[in-house]
């Protein structure tokens, strides 16, 4: 199966501040999301982007599908949002979801 | 993803005990999941539904059971788990054919 890798694993930031995460896969993907999980577990879909870019308030994502990696920027960061970004993908023709192992964020006032 | 519902949010039991996990949506989704995600790894597939029959089972241990009773619905029941079994729980669903998948906020099972 695909593997997918995050980068960076860990990200401390001070309010305000910009970010981008990355995420490589070793095959062709489709279906890519990126999530962001809070501290109370909850998993929350921030993009489904197979191909192209998104943007949603301060977060915007691109994927380059034939290069195989995903980028997830955060603009103006803030304390909601800590917590743990994974990206993930199937592959082929099947559903299995797989996920990196997720960037740890924290943003400090 | 508040669409998709799952009960109990927390859920203590014994290494004996029978219990069974509840995941809803009204999406009109065909395919529903089960992830078990433990402390500080990403979310594992256990389990995937596609028009209400099994099509994926990630050689989950028969301790956990699972049950499409239909479109809406899904069950994990769970019999004699071991202390290595507490993680989080997360439902999902989507079209069969297409994603994204929805998750549900979880249900963190923790076993004595």
């Known amino acids: 199966g695909i593997q997918v890798e995050q980068s960076p694993p860990d990200l401390i930031l001070q309010e305000g501040a910009n970010s981008t995460l990355r995420c490589n896969f070793s095959?062709?993907?489709?279906?890519l999301q990126w999530f962001h999980q809070n501290p109370w577990g909850q998993l929350i879909n921030l993009f489904y982007?197979?191909?192209g870019t998104k943007q949603n308030g301060r977060l915007s994502a691109t994927t380059v599908a034939t290069e195989r990696y995903s980028l997830l920027y955060i603009s103006s960061s803030q304390t909601t949002d800590s917590g743990v970004y994974f990206c993930?993908?199937?592959?082929?023709?099947?559903?299995?979801?797989?996920f990196g192992a997720g960037t740890r964020l924290a943003v400090h006032p | 993803d508040t669409e998709v519902t799952q009960t109990p949010k927390h859920l203590v039991m014994g290494m004996t005990n029978k219990k069974s996990l509840k995941c809803e949506q009204h999406?009109?989704?065909?395919?529903m999941y089960w992830y078990k995600q433990k402390a500080k790894k990403p979310p594992e597939l256990m389990f995937v539904?596609?028009?209400?029959?099994?099509?994926i089972n990630e050689s989950v241990p028969s301790r956990f059971s699972p049950e499409c009773p239909n479109s809406s619905l899904l069950n994990l029941h769970l019999h004699a788990l071991q202390p290595e079994d507490s993680a989080l729980y997360l439902c999902?669903?989507?079209?069969?054919?297409?994603?994204?998948?929805?998750f549900g906020d979880g249900t963190r099972l923790s076993i004595l």
């Open positions: 539904y596609s028009y209400e029959k099994l099509s």
């Open positions: 993930a993908s199937t592959s082929g023709g099947y559903n299995k979801l797989i």
């Open positions: 982007i197979p191909s």
């Open positions: 999902a669903s989507s079209q069969v054919s297409a994603q994204p998948q929805h």
């Open positions: 095959d062709s993907v489709n279906n």
């Open positions: 999406m009109g989704h065909r395919a």
